[in-house]
């Protein structure tokens, strides 16, 4: 999707902080973060969020999830432990429409969801 900014950074046209890479995903820093770790991992295929998840792309959600196990070991969380997020939706609070889970942590962050 030649206007969206995830996509934008998959393809290096915009710059950001990388943390992880293989040939299905990508994960980088959060331009905002909210807790010491706080990693954005996207499909490298454009997907708009959980709705357009269907038979054809959902190995994409395994890989996310393989990734950020990868990434919290890496940067030092995998015992003490994380948080992973996906916001679907206007009323999700998702921004950016190019699906992403946002892994947090570094910190505790409590029982409490919202
Ligand atoms: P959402 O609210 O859609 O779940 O999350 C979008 C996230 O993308 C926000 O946490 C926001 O800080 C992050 N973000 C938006 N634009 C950029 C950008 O250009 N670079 C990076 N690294 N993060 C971004
Ligand atoms: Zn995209």
Redesign the pocket.
């Known amino acids: 999707m030649s206007d969206c900014?995830?996509c934008?950074?998959i393809n290096k046209e915009?710059p950001?902080?990388a943390v992880y890479e293989d040939d299905k995903v990508y994960a980088?820093?959060?331009?905002?973060?909210?807790a010491p770790v706080?990693v954005?991992i996207v499909p490298k295929q454009h997907i708009s969020n959980i709705n357009e998840v269907d038979e054809s792309n959902s190995s994409y959600l395994i890989d996310i999830h393989m990734a950020a196990k990868k990434i919290a070991a890496d940067l030092g969380i995998k015992d003490s432990g994380f948080r992973l997020?996906?916001?679907c939706g206007a009323d999700?609070?998702?921004?950016?429409?190019h699906l992403?889970y946002?892994l947090i942590g570094g910190k505790n962050l409590g029982p409490n969801l919202l």
């Open positions: 900014i995830f934008k950074i915009i950001s902080t980088f820093k959060d331009i905002n973060p909210v706080h954005l997020i996906n916001n999700g609070g998702q921004t950016v429409f992403h946002h």
